[in-house]
């Protein structure tokens, strides 16, 4: 059996990030695989925008840390770990992991289940994958609507999962409310790795055209986003991006402090 691998942690703001590579995050996808009776796994993105969202709600910063893989969506924060805690720090961006993912289905077969994004959406996603991946199956979808579910619907759902067994379970919910479900559902559901999702369901289902890989390595895809979508991401782009930049100077300048500080930071 492969050894677990160690995770160095990066403070920003109170959320504590890994510095893993997809490597590390292999070995521990296969380690909790291999038991379907446990209870599930959560996997959270962070950038800029969730790092405020944390700051500005301490219940928000909570399931965020609550991850068990706690990882770097945001280039700039893939840089900075590179330089200051880990080498080999990779962006685990859902969109890029789910086809990382994919990429080992021939050899490891995998079954996702897929919580989130509008009517027809898991269909379109389901074709895009299977015409590029040979070992994905898409065993069930549902898109909630718009509103709190009641606890029969609720229970509805953790049962037809449970049913199912997926491996995955990819929550698309937007950004914080889809780590906050996963928190509330992650000992309802056994044996999956549920990771919020972002944007996945608007990319893959053609909703919203993706930044070209470039833009996105150089970190600027959010200004991508913005000029797509600017009435509904102005001021997650603008204004919290500036909240961002100055929280984290004064943290640096240590100024304030964070919950949850590393000691080891720089």
């Known amino acids: 059996m492969t050894s677990l691998p160690v995770i160095r942690k990066m403070n ?24 379907k009776s446990t209870r599930s796994h959560a996997v ?8 405020v969202c944390g700051v500005l709600d301490k219940h928000v910063r909570r399931a965020f840390n609550a991850a068990d893989i706690v990882g770097i969506d945001s280039m700039p924060f893939v840089y900075w770990a590179r330089r200051f805690y880990e080498p080999r720090t990779d962006r685990l961006y859902p969109p890029d992991m789910i086809l990382h993912i994919c990429s080992r289905a021939g050899a490891r077969p995998c079954t996702f289940y897929l919580y989130g994004g509008y009517p027809g959406a898991a269909a379109k996603i389901e074709g895009f994958l299977k015409n590029r991946y040979q070992g994905v199956q898409v065993v069930g979808a549902h898109a909630p609507p718009f509103r709190e ?6 229970a509805a759902i ?31 559901i056994r044996g999956s790795i549920m990771v919020a999702s972002g944007a996945l369901f608007d990319f893959y289902s053609g909703r919203i055209r993706q930044a070209p890989r470039w833009i996105r ?3 600027f895809e959010w200004l991508y986003r913005l000029f797509q979508d600017f009435p509904r991401l102005w001021k997650r782009y603008t204004v919290y991006n500036i909240i961002f930049v100055v929280l984290f100077v004064f943290q640096r300048l240590r100024m304030i402090r964070f919950s949850n500080a590393d000691a080891s930071e720089p």
């Open 12 to 35: 920003i703001l109170g959320i504590e990030m890994g510095c893993m590579s997809y490597d590390d995050m292999y070995i521990l996808f296969d380690n909790w695989l291999r038991d």
């Open 217 to 219: 390595c150089l970190g």
């Open 158 to 188: 953790c049962d037809e999962i449970n049913r199912l067994q997926p491996d995955f379970v990819w929550v698309g919910l937007g950004s914080p409310r889809q780590d906050q479900w996963i928190q509330a559902h992650k000992e309802k």
């Open 44 to 51: 959270a993105a962070i950038n800029a925008y969730g790092c």
């Open 149 to 154: 579910l009641t606890e029969e619907e609720d």
